[in-house]
Every structure is written in C-alpha cells, then in structure tokens.
Nanobody
Framework: QVQLVETGGGLVQAGGSLRLSCAASESVFSFNDMGWFRQAPGKQRELVASITNGDNTDYADSVKGRFTISRDNAKNTVYLQMNSLKPEDTAVYYC?????????????WGQGTQVTVSS
C-alpha cells in the first residue's frame, strides 16, 4: 500500500511563502499522476496542482502564477511551492497519487497538513 507523508504546513502571514513536501514510500516516477488537493472548512476538497510522470503540470485557476508543483524522483518526493499566499489559501492540503494498471486506476492519499494564512 502506498504511503504518502506531507510536511511543511504551518502559519504564515498573507504574502508569505511555504513549501509543502510529500514523501512517497515508492518511486514517484512510478505513479501516472501526483497532485495536491486542499479542503477548507465547510468546502469540498479541490485540486490545487498536479504533475504527471511526463512532467505535465496543471493548476487551479486560483493558484496559477503563485504555486509551483515539482517532483524529485531521487528523493521520492513531490513539492508544492506556495508564494504570495492569501487568507483564502487556508486549508488542509493533501498529497495524492494515481497509478493506472490493467486493473484500473487507484488513488492514494496522505494524512494532510494544515496551512493557515493570516491577514
């Protein structure tokens, strides 16, 4: 079973930066897709950014130009660099992996890390 462990969350003032890390128990290159999702209180979980094993990236409109997703295959880690943070970025951030096999697609989740942006 894939294990994903997120670190790097915390409290930051608006305009500040944080870098989230997601350490995987397996090679991140082995996943078809990895992503960061977030869930704010009372809201649905939403995709923030994703990266494929071909290094194609995708971002939510709300974070384009501010957040950057990247991957270090040697460290089995995916990062989310978050700049120019806003109070509305406050949420629990989850790392996710997707692996597609002949049996279908399987998604795994980390436990989440809290990001709080104060105004």
């Amino acid at each position: 079973q894939v294990q994903l462990v997120e670190t790097g969350g915390g409290l930051v003032q608006a305009g500040g930066s944080l870098r989230l890390s997601c350490a995987a128990s397996e090679s991140v290159f082995s996943f078809n897709d990895m992503g960061w999702f977030r869930q704010a209180p009372g809201k649905q979980r939403e995709l923030v950014a994703s990266i494929t094993n071909g290094d194609n990236t995708d971002y939510a409109d709300s974070v384009k130009g501010r957040f950057t997703i990247s991957r270090d295959n040697a460290k089995n880690t995916v990062y989310l660099q978050m700049n120019s943070l806003k109070p509305e970025d406050t949420a629990v951030y989850y790392c996710s992996s997707v692996r597609i096999t002949a049996m279908g697609a399987s998604r795994s989740w980390g436990q989440g890390t809290q990001v709080t942006v104060s105004s």
